[in-house]
């Protein structure tokens, strides 16, 4: 059984760095082809995409969070990253980590609990 747990400060002042780290047990962020992804919902929006590490490394991002986003792992710890810079109040959210697979589209099979992130003074 693959579980994933977010972790993270829950209040974040404007123009700091969000930073969060999804712990990962049951399977390898290192394990082919698995991609470990960041995805928020903010109140009344749907879900958002942020980007994703791959098991060998590589990051995308979403275009429209790419300039403020940076997603990093640990292997030794078998976790990874987010970091979202100048947050802003609209950056408040639920985010989640995910692992995603490709099979003719991609899916979401395991989803960490999510953790709150407020953006206020």
């Known amino acids: 059984q693959v579980q994933l747990q977010e972790s993270g400060p829950g209040l974040v002042k404007p123009s700091q760095t969000l930073s969060l780290t999804c712990v990962v047990s049951?399977?390898?962020?290192?394990?082919?082809?698995?991609?470990w992804s960041w995805i928020r919902q903010s109140p009344g929006k749907e879900l958002e995409w942020m980007g994703h590490?791959?098991?060998?490394?590589?990051?995308y991002y979403s275009p429209s969070l790419k300039s403020r986003t940076s997603i990093s792992r640990d292997t030794s710890k078998n976790q990874f990253s987010l970091q979202l810079h100048s947050v802003t109040p609209e950056d408040t959210a639920m985010y989640y980590c995910?692992?995603?697979?490709?099979?003719?589209?991609?899916?979401?099979?395991?989803w960490g609990q999510g953790t709150q992130v407020t953006v206020s003074s």
């Open positions: 049951g399977d390898s962020i290192t394990t082919s082809y698995y991609q």
């Open positions: 995910a692992r995603r697979y490709y099979s003719r589209s991609y899916y979401y099979d395991y």
């Open positions: 590490i791959t098991y060998d490394g590589s990051t």
